[in-house]
């Protein structure tokens, strides 16, 4: 059972498919890597997205509608409804709407801006926690101040969150220095999910079953504890997130240590 809970495949709902036709040809493509359960999360509240805006009964009905064309192109995959949630200081508040959650109301994917980490997102992050809704950040290795400093990432897993990285990431379609992050924090043992964030049936399109192989050239057989998660999220089960394998890590130079101090204090 291979499930692939990050993905834009619902059409014309943000920015990722565009028609009905992109829609299936990504997700044949799904199934001929052994995906059984899409988890499609839509853009929720980002700002290049408000005319996309929903509600979880119209999410239902568009995922519903989907599934119907699925069925009837014989392709073997059952779909489900989420979002993934830009990041705002309202998390807390908006949590209460399930159109934003997944796993009944456990999990709420959440991105940020590439660029900056918003001033007092912790603390944010923490009372979400506190309200019984697990954060899930998305794609932490596309983010500026991460690929600068990775252990932002230990201090996010300490504060109650969930790591995923995109498949793209890996497989070295979404950047050098995403995948050189994503690389290092399944080295270090920091990842939990990886998702697949396809946009499209062209350059971003599922790759779950690639990344997930890249992966276990790098951690072997804990990958298979990763691909587990995603079933336990599917399933509304609890997903540990104390991670406490470490991978050995080649020891940086100075010159990497002192670059590493000076942008951490930019």
Same mark, same amino acid.
């Given at each position: 059972?291979l $499930?692939?809970?990050?993905n834009?495949?619902?059409?014309?709902? /943000?920015d990722?498919?565009?028609?009905? !036709?992109?829609?299936?040809?990504?997700?044949r493509?799904?199934?001929?890597?052994?995906?059984?359960d899409?988890? %499609?999360?839509?853009?929720?509240?980002?700002?290049?997205?408000? #005319?996309?805006?929903?509600?979880? #009964?119209?999410?239902? $009905?568009k995922?519903?509608?989907l599934?119907? #064309?699925?069925?009837?192109?014989?392709?073997?995959?059952?779909?489900h409804?989420?979002t993934?949630?830009?990041?705002?200081?309202? &998390?807390?508040?908006i949590?209460? /709407?399930?159109?934003?959650? @997944?796993g009944?109301?456990k999990?709420l994917?959440?991105?940020?801006?590439?660029h900056? &980490?918003? !001033?007092?997102?912790? =603390?944010?992050?923490? %009372?979400?926690?506190?309200?019984?809704?697990t954060?899930?950040i998305?794609?932490?290795?596309?983010?500026?101040?991460?690929?600068?400093?990775i252990?932002? $990432?230990? =201090?996010?897993i300490q504060?109650?969150?969930? $790591?995923?990285? =995109?498949?793209?990431?890996l497989?070295g379609?979404?950047?050098?220095?995403a995948?050189?992050?994503?690389?290092? @924090?399944?080295?270090?043992?920091?990842?939990h999910?990886?998702?697949? /964030?396809?946009?499209?049936?062209?350059?971003?399109n599922?790759?779950?079953s690639?990344?997930?192989?890249?992966?276990r !050239?790098?951690?072997?057989?804990d990958v /298979?504890?990763?691909?587990?998660n995603?079933?336990?999220l &599917?399933?509304?089960?609890?997903?540990?997130?104390?991670?406490s @394998?470490s991978?050995?890590? !080649?020891?940086?130079?100075?010159?990497?240590?002192?670059?590493?101090?000076?942008?951490? %204090?930019?």
């Amino acid at each position: 059972m291979l $499930i692939d809970f990050h993905n834009h495949v619902l059409p014309g709902a /943000d920015d990722g498919s565009k028609s009905l !036709e992109m829609s299936l040809n990504m997700l044949r493509t799904a199934a001929q890597q052994g995906i059984t359960d899409v988890v %499609n999360t839509i853009h929720y509240q980002h700002p290049k997205m408000d #005319e996309f805006s929903i509600t979880n #009964e119209e999410l239902r $009905i568009k995922i519903k509608e989907l599934q119907v #064309e699925v069925d009837k192109a014989g392709i073997p995959i059952k779909l489900h409804q989420g979002t993934e949630v830009f990041y705002l200081p309202n &998390l807390v508040e908006i949590a209460k /709407d399930p159109v934003t959650t @997944i796993g009944n109301g456990k999990y709420l994917l959440v991105e940020f801006q590439l660029h900056q &980490l918003p !001033e007092g997102y912790r =603390d944010v992050l923490f %009372n979400l926690v506190m309200s019984g809704v697990t954060p899930i950040i998305a794609h932490p290795e596309r983010y500026n101040p991460i690929q600068r400093n990775i252990d932002i $990432i230990r =201090d996010l897993i300490q504060a109650g969150c969930l $790591i995923q990285i =995109d498949g793209g990431s890996l497989t070295g379609s979404l950047g050098q220095s995403a995948k050189k992050a994503a690389m290092e @924090i399944l080295e270090q043992g920091l990842c939990h999910l990886i998702g697949s /964030d396809a946009h499209d049936d062209r350059r971003r399109n599922f790759c779950l079953s690639e990344s997930i192989a890249k992966a276990r !050239e790098i951690i072997g057989d804990d990958v /298979d504890r990763i691909v587990h998660n995603s079933q336990r999220l &599917l399933t509304s089960e609890s997903i540990d997130t104390e991670v406490s @394998i470490s991978y050995p890590v !080649e020891e940086p130079s100075f010159l990497a240590r002192v670059k590493k101090r000076i942008f951490s %204090n930019a």
